[in-house]
């Protein structure tokens, strides 16, 4: 038979249909984990997250900001920098309208970039959900993890995939959880997310000392005038260096930590004024990093960006090497050194196995610090049925811890939302105007309350 030849009347092959996109929804509680989920959605999604033949699924990424006293304002989400959300389109939610969205949209991927209490609330929710078909669960951790490491941990336990930023962490993550007994296949080594930028490269001309403030660490009073003041020192034994203190966050707003004393109101009563040289900066950390020649912290995770550019960076030792502080974290780094030296000119050089084992990927690894875990949520969105979700603390293991944890989110021990939790459904726009006119004058009252009247009560109780 001879081989068919195409004819004009033969109809036009059919294009193939395009993929339903891949629906991803962040949930955060603070500016910085908004930074953290954001781009850990984009990292996890990038390229082709369950790609086939008709090539990478198109990404919808929404982002929900879960209320309460640390919930970022538009001014701290424009200054997060490039997450590739609009923060016109951020928008904020309870714990209970969060679930309702979830059963109503149909996610693929939820990223929880909450406290671990949070977290744990939005499991147990979401499996009282009893979803035919459950989005894939992903949480981590913003920064350095140097407290509370397994009531942080326990409370995350039950997600999907549990990041950790380093092998480091990573192997004390698991060690954590099969030390309760606890499943730990979940824990998928990953890198932070917000990592980038310019390798550094010493300028002529320009010295900068920048010190990465940080909103509760130290918290006393005398210790943070004392590092305001030897930065202020500083300066003005270098009047030909630009010093600059980078702020989180403004007074009246909350960050991940509620920051009780801001360095803004210090530095209005140090004695002798502020020099020339020294300057007060917001803005997003990535481009203040751009021009430092120096990074100067007491545990920010700020340092972590600062080594994975290779700027020259110091974790400083005056107030002790201690876990409150957050700084011993650092030890066997060679970072860690004090004012006096720092005033003489010494710069720290990082000790490189240090660095390794800390996910920084200085060495140029960065590229590939997320192929595990892409692998991981690709495979899991691959599964056409996945299990439910089973936290390790449950009505059954922990009756006296997990049924406070859910009422703080209005849920029942159950995960179901308690009587009256739900927001009635308000019609039209002046009442839905109204509402969230009520809504953001009440969350400024808490606001206040949380940084001017607290403070205030607590101080007069250490009289």
């Known amino acids: 038979m001879p081989p068919r030849t195409s004819n004009a009347a033969d109809p036009a092959p059919t294009p193939a249909e395009p993929r339903p996109a891949l629906r991803v929804a962040v949930l955060a509680d603070s500016d910085t984990r908004w930074k953290w989920g954001a781009l850990t959605a984009r990292r996890l999604t990038a390229g082709a997250a369950g790609a086939d033949e008709r090539g990478a699924r198109p990404v919808e990424v929404s982002g929900l900001l879960l209320r309460g006293r640390a919930t970022p304002?538009?001014?701290?989400?424009?200054?997060?920098?490039?997450?590739?959300?609009?923060?016109?389109?951020?928008?904020?939610?309870?714990?209970?309208?969060?679930?309702?969205?979830?059963?109503?949209?149909?996610?693929?991927?939820?990223?929880?970039?909450?406290?671990?209490?949070?977290?744990?609330?939005?499991?147990?929710?979401?499996?009282?959900?009893n979803?035919?078909?459950?989005?894939?669960?992903?949480?981590?951790?913003?920064?350095?993890v140097y407290e509370k490491l397994a009531d942080g941990l326990l409370l995350r336990h039950g997600a999907d995939v549990v990041l950790a930023n380093s092998a480091h962490d990573a192997e004390?993550?698991?060690?954590?959880?099969?030390?309760?007994?606890?499943?730990?296949?979940?824990?998928?080594?990953?890198?932070?997310?917000?990592?980038?930028?310019?390798?550094?490269?010493?300028?002529?001309?320009?010295?900068?000392?920048?010190?990465a403030a940080q909103p509760s660490v130290p918290a006393s009073r005398a210790d943070r005038t004392y590092l305001l003041r030897r930065l202020v020192e500083h300066a003005r034994l270098h009047p030909r260096r630009e010093v600059l203190l980078k702020l989180r966050s403004k007074p009246g707003e909350h960050t991940t930590?509620?920051?009780?004393?801001?360095?803004?109101?210090?530095?209005?009563?140090?004695?002798?004024?502020?020099?020339?040289?020294?300057?007060?900066?917001?803005?997003h950390m990535g481009e203040v990093l751009d021009r430092t020649d120096l990074l100067v912290t007491v545990s920010s995770t700020a340092a972590l960006e600062s080594l994975h550019r290779r700027i020259p960076t110091a974790v400083l030792t005056d107030l002790g090497v201690r876990e409150p502080l957050g700084n011993h974290h650092f030890v066997g780094s060679g970072l860690l050194t004090s004012w006096d030296r720092l005033d003489?000119?010494?710069?720290?050089?990082?000790?490189?196995?240090?660095l390794a084992g800390q996910g920084v990927a200085a060495d140029g690894s960065y590229s590939t610090a997320y192929d595990t875990a892409r692998a991981k949520v690709s495979g899991l969105l691959s599964d056409p049925r996945l299990p439910p979700l089973a936290p390790y603390y449950t009505p059954a293991t922990a009756p006296g811890y997990l049924p406070g944890i859910l009422a703080r989110h209005h849920l029942a021990p159950d995960g179901t939302p308690l009587p009256g939790a739900a927001a009635p459904q308000q019609s039209?726009?002046?009442?839905?105007?109204?509402?969230?006119?009520?809504r953001n004058a009440a969350r400024g009252a808490y606001r206040h309350g949380v940084q001017r009247v607290a403070p205030v009560i607590r101080r007069m109780g250490e009289l």
Do not use: C
């Open 73 to 129: 304002t538009p001014r701290q989400l424009a200054e997060v920098g490039e997450v590739g959300i609009e923060a016109a389109k951020v928008r904020e939610v309870t714990a209970v309208e969060f679930l309702h969205t979830v059963r109503d949209e149909g996610y693929d991927v939820v990223v929880l970039a909450l406290v671990g209490g949070g977290v744990q609330a939005m499991l147990h929710g979401l499996a009282a959900l």
């Open 428 to 438: 039209g726009r002046v009442r839905g105007a109204v509402r969230e006119t009520v």
């Open 344 to 354: 003489g000119g010494y710069r720290p050089r990082p000790d490189e196995e240090w």
């Open 257 to 283: 930590h509620i920051e009780e004393l801001p360095y803004q109101k210090l530095a209005q009563r140090l004695p002798g004024g502020l020099p020339p040289n020294f300057r007060l900066v917001y803005g």
């Open 131 to 144: 979803l035919t078909r459950r989005p894939v669960i992903v949480t981590g951790y913003v920064g350095v």
């Open 172 to 211: 004390r993550f698991r060690a954590v959880y099969e030390g309760v007994g606890a499943d730990a296949s979940a824990v998928t080594e990953a890198a932070l997310p917000f990592l980038g930028g310019a390798p550094y490269a010493p300028e002529e001309g320009r010295d900068t000392v920048v010190f």
